[in-house]
Protein backbone atom coordinates (compact mmCIF):
# COMPACT_ATOMS: atom_id res chain seq x y z
CA UNK A 1 0.00 0.00 0.00
CA UNK A 2 2.80 2.27 0.84
CA UNK A 3 4.42 1.90 -2.81
CA UNK A 4 0.98 2.20 -4.28
CA UNK A 5 0.11 5.52 -2.77
CA UNK A 6 3.09 6.68 -3.95
CA UNK A 7 2.55 5.92 -7.84
CA UNK A 8 -0.74 7.56 -7.46
CA UNK A 9 0.64 10.54 -5.93
CA UNK A 10 3.29 10.46 -9.22
CA UNK A 11 0.62 9.75 -11.65
CA UNK A 12 -1.36 13.09 -9.85
CA UNK A 13 1.85 15.17 -10.34
CA UNK A 14 2.09 14.05 -13.88
CA UNK A 15 -1.74 14.60 -14.44
CA UNK A 16 -2.31 11.05 -15.79
CA UNK A 17 -5.84 10.27 -14.42
CA UNK A 18 -7.30 6.18 -14.40
CA UNK A 19 -8.87 6.50 -17.87
CA UNK A 20 -5.49 7.13 -19.18
CA UNK A 21 -3.97 4.78 -17.37
CA UNK A 22 -6.57 1.96 -18.40
CA UNK A 23 -6.01 2.60 -21.94
CA UNK A 24 -2.18 2.61 -22.10
CA UNK A 25 -2.42 -1.01 -20.92
CA UNK A 26 -4.03 -1.80 -23.79
CA UNK A 27 -0.84 -0.92 -25.72
CA UNK A 28 1.51 -2.08 -23.33
CA UNK A 29 0.05 -5.75 -22.75
CA UNK A 30 -2.20 -5.99 -26.17
CA UNK A 31 0.47 -7.05 -28.07
CA UNK A 32 0.57 -10.65 -26.44
CA UNK A 33 -2.98 -11.33 -26.74
CA UNK A 34 -3.05 -12.97 -29.86
CA UNK A 35 0.49 -14.63 -29.82
CA UNK A 36 -1.48 -16.15 -26.65
CA UNK A 37 -4.34 -17.34 -28.25
CA UNK A 38 -2.57 -19.13 -30.75
CA UNK A 39 -0.71 -20.92 -28.64
CA UNK A 40 -3.19 -22.19 -26.69
CA UNK A 41 -5.23 -23.38 -30.04
CA UNK A 42 -3.21 -23.96 -33.44
CA UNK A 43 -0.85 -26.52 -33.82
CA UNK A 44 1.65 -24.82 -35.86
CA UNK A 45 1.95 -22.10 -33.26
CA UNK A 46 5.83 -21.30 -32.53
CA UNK A 47 7.08 -20.46 -28.95
CA UNK A 48 9.60 -18.66 -30.26
CA UNK A 49 7.30 -16.68 -32.43
CA UNK A 50 4.95 -15.57 -29.50
CA UNK A 51 8.06 -13.84 -27.76
CA UNK A 52 9.25 -12.41 -30.85
CA UNK A 53 5.38 -11.19 -31.88
CA UNK A 54 4.76 -9.66 -28.41
CA UNK A 55 8.06 -7.57 -27.96
CA UNK A 56 7.66 -6.29 -31.23
CA UNK A 57 3.94 -5.47 -31.42
CA UNK A 58 4.68 -3.74 -28.54
CA UNK A 59 7.96 -1.91 -29.76
CA UNK A 60 5.42 -0.78 -32.98
CA UNK A 61 2.76 0.38 -30.35
CA UNK A 62 4.39 2.59 -28.88
CA UNK A 63 5.76 4.29 -31.80
CA UNK A 64 2.54 4.54 -33.55
CA UNK A 65 1.05 5.72 -30.39
CA UNK A 66 3.74 8.60 -30.34
CA UNK A 67 3.77 9.26 -33.90
CA UNK A 68 -0.43 9.13 -33.94
CA UNK A 69 -0.12 12.34 -31.16
CA UNK A 70 2.40 14.75 -32.83
CA UNK A 71 0.10 14.73 -36.05
CA UNK A 72 -3.07 14.88 -34.25
CA UNK A 73 -1.65 17.70 -31.82
CA UNK A 74 1.48 18.28 -32.71
CA UNK A 75 3.38 17.76 -29.94
CA UNK A 76 3.72 14.89 -27.67
CA UNK A 77 2.36 15.08 -24.37
CA UNK A 78 0.58 13.16 -21.63
CA UNK A 79 -2.82 15.40 -23.28
CA UNK A 80 -2.10 14.49 -26.47
CA UNK A 81 -1.12 10.77 -26.01
CA UNK A 82 -4.21 10.58 -23.76
CA UNK A 83 -6.92 11.22 -26.74
CA UNK A 84 -9.33 8.56 -27.42
CA UNK A 85 -8.22 8.10 -31.49
CA UNK A 86 -4.34 7.88 -30.32
CA UNK A 87 -4.74 5.45 -27.54
CA UNK A 88 -6.87 3.14 -29.84
CA UNK A 89 -4.38 3.38 -32.84
CA UNK A 90 -1.71 2.44 -30.13
CA UNK A 91 -3.70 -0.31 -28.95
CA UNK A 92 -4.77 -1.79 -32.66
CA UNK A 93 -1.48 -1.76 -33.51
CA UNK A 94 -0.13 -3.67 -30.67
CA UNK A 95 -3.09 -6.59 -31.33
CA UNK A 96 -2.84 -6.46 -35.04
CA UNK A 97 0.42 -6.47 -35.61
CA UNK A 98 1.62 -8.91 -32.58
CA UNK A 99 -0.82 -11.35 -34.53
CA UNK A 100 0.79 -10.69 -37.91
CA UNK A 101 3.89 -11.29 -36.68
CA UNK A 102 3.05 -14.29 -35.14
CA UNK A 103 1.20 -15.86 -37.93
CA UNK A 104 4.08 -15.34 -40.83
CA UNK A 105 7.03 -16.92 -37.95
CA UNK A 106 4.95 -19.70 -37.14
CA UNK A 107 3.51 -20.20 -40.85
CA UNK A 108 6.44 -19.89 -42.45
CA UNK A 109 9.47 -19.79 -40.14
CA UNK A 110 9.21 -22.62 -37.25
CA UNK A 111 6.11 -24.43 -37.71
CA UNK A 112 5.31 -26.81 -34.87
CA UNK A 113 2.84 -29.22 -35.86
CA UNK A 114 2.17 -29.62 -32.39
CA UNK A 115 -0.63 -33.20 -31.63
CA UNK A 116 -2.86 -31.22 -28.92
CA UNK A 117 -3.97 -35.01 -28.25
CA UNK A 118 -0.72 -35.70 -26.09
CA UNK A 119 -2.14 -33.30 -23.27
CA UNK A 120 -4.92 -36.32 -22.63
CA UNK A 121 -2.32 -38.30 -21.40
CA UNK A 122 -0.79 -36.07 -18.51
CA UNK A 123 -3.52 -33.48 -17.80
CA UNK A 124 -7.30 -35.53 -16.24
CA UNK A 125 -10.57 -33.68 -15.93
CA UNK A 126 -12.64 -32.22 -13.20
CA UNK A 127 -14.91 -34.17 -14.11
CA UNK A 128 -13.19 -37.34 -13.09
CA UNK A 129 -12.59 -36.17 -9.66
CA UNK A 130 -15.05 -37.38 -7.54
CA UNK A 131 -13.70 -36.69 -4.05
CA UNK A 132 -15.38 -34.96 -1.21
CA UNK A 133 -19.02 -35.86 -3.55
CA UNK A 134 -21.71 -38.02 -1.18
CA UNK A 135 -24.53 -39.53 -2.96
CA UNK A 136 -26.48 -36.72 -3.24
CA UNK A 137 -23.94 -34.98 -5.32
CA UNK A 138 -24.33 -38.55 -7.69
CA UNK A 139 -27.67 -38.87 -8.03
CA UNK A 140 -29.04 -38.25 -11.47
CA UNK A 141 -32.29 -37.04 -10.41
CA UNK A 142 -30.93 -34.54 -8.45
CA UNK A 143 -28.12 -33.28 -10.84
CA UNK A 144 -31.16 -32.86 -12.79
CA UNK A 145 -32.87 -30.74 -10.95
CA UNK A 146 -30.05 -28.78 -10.00
CA UNK A 147 -29.38 -28.49 -13.85
CA UNK A 148 -33.01 -26.69 -14.89
CA UNK A 149 -32.76 -24.82 -11.24
CA UNK A 150 -29.41 -23.07 -12.92
CA UNK A 151 -30.86 -22.80 -16.46
CA UNK A 152 -33.90 -20.81 -15.45
CA UNK A 153 -32.25 -18.39 -12.68
CA UNK A 154 -29.41 -18.30 -15.73
CA UNK A 155 -32.11 -16.99 -18.28
CA UNK A 156 -33.32 -14.57 -16.12
CA UNK A 157 -30.71 -12.80 -14.79
CA UNK A 158 -29.33 -12.29 -18.34
CA UNK A 159 -32.67 -10.94 -19.56
CA UNK A 160 -32.56 -8.37 -16.55
CA UNK A 161 -28.80 -7.44 -16.86
CA UNK A 162 -28.86 -7.14 -20.92
CA UNK A 163 -32.47 -5.72 -21.82
CA UNK A 164 -34.32 -5.08 -18.24
CA UNK A 165 -31.69 -2.98 -16.73
CA UNK A 166 -30.38 -0.84 -20.00
CA UNK A 167 -34.26 -0.16 -20.89
CA UNK A 168 -34.64 1.51 -17.30
CA UNK A 169 -32.43 4.49 -17.67
CA UNK A 170 -34.14 5.28 -21.53
CA UNK A 171 -37.02 7.17 -19.32
CA UNK A 172 -34.66 9.04 -17.30
CA UNK A 173 -32.99 9.88 -20.76
CA UNK A 174 -30.31 13.02 -19.26
CA UNK A 175 -30.11 11.88 -15.81
CA UNK A 176 -30.53 14.39 -12.72
CA UNK A 177 -28.12 14.18 -9.94
CA UNK A 178 -31.20 12.64 -7.47
CA UNK A 179 -31.81 9.76 -10.24
CA UNK A 180 -27.79 9.11 -11.22
CA UNK A 181 -27.67 8.88 -7.11
CA UNK A 182 -30.18 6.05 -6.71
CA UNK A 183 -28.38 4.39 -9.72
CA UNK A 184 -24.69 4.27 -7.97
CA UNK A 185 -26.74 3.44 -4.90
CA UNK A 186 -28.41 -0.16 -6.45
CA UNK A 187 -25.20 -0.66 -7.92
CA UNK A 188 -22.75 -0.86 -5.21
CA UNK A 189 -25.76 -2.12 -3.37
CA UNK A 190 -25.74 -5.03 -5.69
CA UNK A 191 -21.71 -5.50 -5.93
CA UNK A 192 -21.46 -5.81 -2.53
CA UNK A 193 -24.43 -8.26 -2.23
CA UNK A 194 -22.90 -10.77 -4.69
CA UNK A 195 -19.68 -9.91 -2.93
CA UNK A 196 -21.04 -11.44 0.49
CA UNK A 197 -22.85 -14.00 -1.45
CA UNK A 198 -19.77 -15.12 -3.12
CA UNK A 199 -17.84 -15.42 0.35
CA UNK A 200 -20.29 -16.52 2.87
CA UNK A 201 -22.32 -19.41 0.39
CA UNK A 202 -19.27 -21.57 -0.08
CA UNK A 203 -18.23 -21.45 3.51
CA UNK A 204 -22.16 -22.10 4.60
CA UNK A 205 -22.32 -25.38 2.30
CA UNK A 206 -18.89 -26.28 3.50
CA UNK A 207 -19.17 -25.88 7.25
CA UNK A 208 -19.49 -29.90 8.07
CA UNK A 209 -16.68 -30.37 6.14
CA UNK A 210 -14.42 -27.46 8.04
CA UNK A 211 -15.92 -28.26 11.15
CA UNK A 212 -14.20 -31.99 10.98
CA UNK A 213 -10.97 -30.30 9.49
CA UNK A 214 -10.55 -28.06 12.59
CA UNK A 215 -11.84 -30.69 15.05
CA UNK A 216 -9.07 -33.42 13.89
CA UNK A 217 -6.51 -29.97 13.79
CA UNK A 218 -7.55 -29.85 17.50
CA UNK A 219 -7.81 -33.60 18.70
CA UNK A 220 -4.19 -33.92 16.85
CA UNK A 221 -2.75 -31.27 18.40
CA UNK A 222 -4.49 -32.27 21.71
CA UNK A 223 -3.28 -35.98 21.38
CA UNK A 224 -6.61 -37.11 20.70
CA UNK A 225 -8.23 -39.69 17.97
CA UNK A 226 -9.25 -38.07 15.08
CA UNK A 227 -13.22 -37.62 13.91
CA UNK A 228 -14.43 -40.98 13.55
CA UNK A 229 -17.93 -40.26 12.81
CA UNK A 230 -16.41 -37.94 10.22
CA UNK A 231 -14.52 -40.55 9.10
CA UNK A 232 -17.13 -43.58 8.81
CA UNK A 233 -19.34 -41.01 6.92
CA UNK A 234 -16.82 -40.12 4.27
CA UNK A 235 -16.35 -44.23 3.89
CA UNK A 236 -19.97 -45.00 3.36
CA UNK A 237 -20.34 -42.28 0.37
CA UNK A 238 -21.27 -44.94 -2.82
CA UNK A 239 -19.48 -44.55 -5.78
CA UNK A 240 -21.61 -43.35 -9.03
CA UNK A 241 -22.14 -47.23 -9.91
CA UNK A 242 -23.67 -47.53 -7.14
CA UNK A 243 -25.86 -44.90 -6.92
CA UNK A 244 -26.92 -45.44 -10.25
CA UNK A 245 -27.16 -48.86 -11.46
CA UNK A 246 -26.97 -49.38 -15.06
CA UNK A 247 -29.39 -52.10 -14.79
CA UNK A 248 -31.26 -49.68 -13.36
CA UNK A 249 -31.75 -47.98 -16.26
CA UNK A 250 -35.15 -47.54 -18.35
CA UNK A 251 -35.68 -49.20 -21.71
CA UNK A 252 -36.63 -45.79 -23.28
CA UNK A 253 -33.58 -43.78 -22.88
CA UNK A 254 -33.77 -40.25 -23.57
CA UNK A 255 -30.61 -37.52 -24.72
CA UNK A 256 -30.40 -36.83 -21.16
CA UNK A 257 -30.12 -40.28 -20.19
CA UNK A 258 -27.70 -40.98 -22.74
CA UNK A 259 -25.46 -38.27 -22.00
CA UNK A 260 -25.17 -39.15 -18.09
CA UNK A 261 -24.07 -42.82 -19.03
CA UNK A 262 -21.51 -41.70 -21.48
CA UNK A 263 -20.55 -39.39 -18.47
CA UNK A 264 -19.94 -42.73 -16.12
CA UNK A 265 -18.17 -44.23 -19.10
CA UNK A 266 -15.75 -40.92 -19.35
CA UNK A 267 -15.33 -41.58 -15.52
CA UNK A 268 -14.67 -45.17 -15.36
CA UNK A 269 -12.03 -45.24 -18.00
CA UNK A 270 -9.47 -42.99 -17.39
CA UNK A 271 -9.36 -44.48 -14.00
CA UNK A 272 -8.85 -47.62 -15.10
CA UNK A 273 -5.72 -46.60 -16.92
CA UNK A 274 -4.45 -44.55 -14.45
CA UNK A 275 -4.68 -47.81 -11.48
CA UNK A 276 -2.68 -49.89 -14.31
Known amino acids: MYVDCHVQIALNALGVNLGWVYLFMGIVIGSAVIPLWN ?16 WIGFALAVIGWMIGAQIQSGEISVASLGTNEVMLSGNLIAILSSGLIHYVYSKFVDPQNFDFDTLD ?23 NRWKKWIK ?8 VLIFLWPILSVPAEVFSQGYF ?11 FGAAIVISLLPIIESQDDIGAVLSGMYNAMMGKEGNIRYAEEK ?27 QF ?6 PTKDIEG
Request: charged share 25%.
Open 39 to 54: MMTWDKASGTGAVLAA
Open 121 to 143: DGILLVEQDLSGLGSAERDKKEL
Open 152 to 159: RRGYVLTF
Open 181 to 191: ALWVLISIAWG
Open 235 to 261: AAVKDVDEVIPVEAAAPAVNSEDAEFE
Open 264 to 269: KASLSE
